[in-house]
């Protein structure tokens, strides 16, 4: 359920000598984001590189043309825990963002209730 490395240290992308490599959410996953009218997007990880396109942040331009919100860098192993102990894969999930005139970001704390 984890994502690149959400417990481990922050780690640059790949280098290999070649183009910049990191896990991610591939730009071929956004049909699927639009076509179930996906409204939130929680993860721990970035956009998967090279993508095959000169586009950087290719994922983030698009989820922010549909309208989806993002929660980033979210810590998603002690709800995949959670999820096991209740034994229950839906929850309702609570962000709360600060107001910021004018801002693109805030700091939240989610809350996933079973």
Same mark, same amino acid.
């Given at each position: 359920?984890?994502?690149?490395?959400?417990?481990?240290?922050?780690?640059?992308?790949?280098?290999?000598?070649?183009?910049?490599?990191?896990?991610?959410?591939?730009?071929?996953?956004?049909?699927?984001?639009?076509?179930?009218?996906?409204?939130?997007?929680?993860?721990?990880?970035?956009?998967?590189?090279?993508?095959?396109?000169?586009?950087?942040?290719?994922?983030?331009? =698009?989820?922010?043309?549909?309208?989806? =919100?993002?929660?980033?860098?979210?810590?998603?192993?002690?709800?995949?825990? =959670?999820?096991?102990?209740?034994?229950?894969?839906?929850?309702?999930?609570?962000?709360?963002?600060?107001?910021?005139?004018?801002?693109?970001?805030?700091?939240?704390?989610?809350?996933?209730?079973?």
């Amino acid at each position: 359920m984890a994502g690149a490395g959400s417990l481990a240290p922050l780690q640059p992308a790949l280098r290999t000598g070649g183009p910049l490599q990191r896990p991610g959410l591939h730009i071929s996953c956004l049909p699927f984001l639009r076509d179930h009218d996906v409204s939130v997007l929680v993860w721990d990880m970035l956009d998967h590189l090279p993508i095959g396109y000169d586009v950087p942040w290719a994922v983030h331009a =698009a989820i922010f043309a549909y309208g989806v =919100a993002l929660l980033d860098n979210a810590l998603l192993e002690p709800l995949a825990k =959670a999820c096991v102990e209740e034994n229950r894969d839906e929850f309702m999930l609570v962000i709360s963002p600060l107001p910021v005139t004018g801002g693109t970001g805030s700091p939240a704390n989610p809350l996933a209730v079973f």
